[in-house]
């Protein structure tokens, strides 16, 4: 049977691509798929760590969000990773049949730890192991993610047929979903992607930001010399960024946008594009406020969803532990 899992770490209410690369994804699959998990990675979130009451706060934040899309725990399971500790325990498993060298070479790893003074932590090290662990630990088919996550995944693929040839066939091997808009870029620097960490305060669209701070924001996008809108990522990465985030806000295909676009210099089209991003998000902005006022509501949510959660992983994790040699 087919089994989407997916994840987001709590940075606090996501970004513009986030919501694009995934979050709008998970909202269509709930629909398509009959069992669905999504959660909210607080076991992950420690390998950049922060205070506790930050990632307390920011746990609920991004729940807040994720419902404010439009996940609803009625058609998947919504919960905070933690509270299922067989996906540590899991984790622990598998990296000891996951080799070190192989972990090394993870563009991830190079990058962030070189932000660690202590030259990386054995949890940034061992990081997509855990998320290994998460999808497989409900043998789950497919993972709807951003391409910043599919080296992640190709990981997860590897144990999966490791751990078969070596106890016997058992985990499914699971495919990523990407969506159109699978790599949206930093409205700074459009040859890296748009993140929760870059240090330039414009770079990122959060989809809580004000209409000022999107018109703003997108006002100060860098382009390029030429004032026509085209799409043409390879040659020019700016504008075809504000036309994918155009087109998939709008719901219009990159043609449509392209059509609505002729004679606009790019300076105007930044102000359409700005525009249908407020429009888009206003909605979704009022419906987190509403949902972060009751937060009991929110930690039950994750809760209940946890209790789900550990039904499916309970007999999963039981026969994983009589084929490695636990029982
Ligand atoms: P995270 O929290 O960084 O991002 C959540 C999702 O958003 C996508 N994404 C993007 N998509 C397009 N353009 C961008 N600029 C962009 N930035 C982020 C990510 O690809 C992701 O799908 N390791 C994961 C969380 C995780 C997970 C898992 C995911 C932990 N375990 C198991 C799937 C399955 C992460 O840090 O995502």
Known sequence: VDRIFSGIQPTGTPHLGNYLGAIQNWVNLQEEYSSVLYSIMDMHSLTMPKEPALLRQNILDTTAAILACGIDPKKCFLFRQSLVPEHAELAWILGCITNVPRLLRLPQWKMKRASQSNGGTVGLLTYPVLQAADI???KSTHVPVGEDQVLHLELAQDIAQHFNKKYGEFFPVPKAILSTTKKIKSLRDPTVKMSKSDTQKLATVNIVDSPDEIVLKFRKAVTDFTSEV???????PGVSNLVS????????????????SVGLDTAHYKMVVAESVIQKFAPIRNEIKKLQEDKSHLIQVLEAGAEKAKELATPIYQEIRRLVGFQ
């Open 136 to 138: 497989l630990l409900y």
């Open 230 to 236: 085209t799409y043409d990522p390879a040659n020019r």
């Open 245 to 260: 985030i155009h087109s998939a806000v709008s719901g219009l295909s990159i043609e449509e946008v392209l059509h609505q």
